[in-house]
């Protein structure tokens, strides 16, 4: 079914250019539209970054506790955002299956036939996938939000013992909760440029969850604090989700937001490469 809309609309495209009639960016992102929303896997895999997000953090907030009479050295909001971290696998794996389907069906030689302008293509794709991800990121994180605040006082963190209170109208909440939205955006950005270089759906979710999970790995071999410290500030993990901390910004390596910045730039460069690739290479 989708693979024949897609075609029907190829065909429109392709009249219209023998027509010398321009393509403009709306007939793109609505291709793009049409091929997103007619695969079923869009929608389960969406819906299984909400609840791997929610499920991990219920998870991780459910088996902490603070005992009366004692200090618990926790960041309640990092701890209720922990999903984030394993909710990313699948934002991972949506973003580059918007990429790589294609090849692997051999739907880009329709794509780019009908659609010569790599770029318009590439972005089009980019920006879809960015869209559907934020969204199911802000229903995640709010979510999770959600079910932190409703367990986590009756686990002993609690505002008369100077813990945060889980709600957006605190600063340091609202911003730990929107830069993991942007945290889980730019990780679909990221996996759209990696997928755009490699082109092979397997070989393309490997690389990106190389990329997220094995630094912080690595960073616990190396006794070097130099070079730990500066794994710790450039990799897109460690640094992007310090973005969630609320408590103990001093002791951070890396600024929240700056820490951020560092994933843009790891989504900007492979979005670089990506469409390098995609304009210097036969389809």
Not at 43 to 60: I, K, M
Not at 71 to 92: F, R
Not at 182 to 204: K, N
Not at 238 to 246: R, V
Request: glycine share 10%; charged share 10%.
């Amino acid at each position: 079914m989708s693979e024949q809309a897609l075609k029907q609309r190829s065909v429109a495209v392709v009249d219209a250019l023998s027509t010398g009639r321009r393509v403009d960016i709306g007939v793109v992102l609505h291709a793009e539209w049409t091929k997103l929303r007619t695969v079923s896997a869009t929608a389960w895999l969406l819906a299984g970054v909400v609840a791997l997000t929610v499920g991990v953090s219920a998870a991780a907030v459910g088996a902490t506790s603070c005992p009366a009479g004692m200090s618990c050295p926790v960041d309640t909001g990092q701890l209720t955002l922990t999903g984030v971290l394993l909710g990313q696998a699948v934002v991972a794996i949506l973003a580059v299956q918007v990429v790589s389907t294609e090849y692997s069906t051999g739907m880009i030689l329709t794509t780019l036939a009908a659609m010569p302008r790599r770029l318009q293509v590439l972005g089009a794709k980019s920006a879809l996938v960015a869209v559907l991800v934020l969204a199911a990121s802000t229903v995640a994180v709010l979510g999770s939000l959600l079910v932190g605040g409703l367990v986590l006082p009756g686990h002993g963190f609690t505002t008369a013992r100077g813990y945060l209170a889980l709600s957006l109208s605190d600063g340091t909440v609202l911003r730990a909760a929107a830069g993991s939205v942007l945290y889980l955006g730019l990780i679909a950005l990221l996996s759209v440029g990696v997928a755009a270089i490699v082109r092979d759906s397997a070989v393309s979710i490997g690389v990106v969850l190389a990329l997220l999970y094995l630094p912080p790995l690595f960073a616990g071999f190396i006794h070097n604090r130099a070079w730990h410290n500066r794994l710790e500030r450039w990799a897109p993990t460690t640094a992007g989700l310090n973005i969630q901390a609320t408590t103990g910004l001093r002791g951070l390596l890396i600024t929240p937001w700056a820490g951020l910045g560092v994933l843009g730039i790891w989504a900007a460069a492979a979005l670089l490469a990506g469409a390098l690739a995609l304009r210097l290479r036969d389809a």
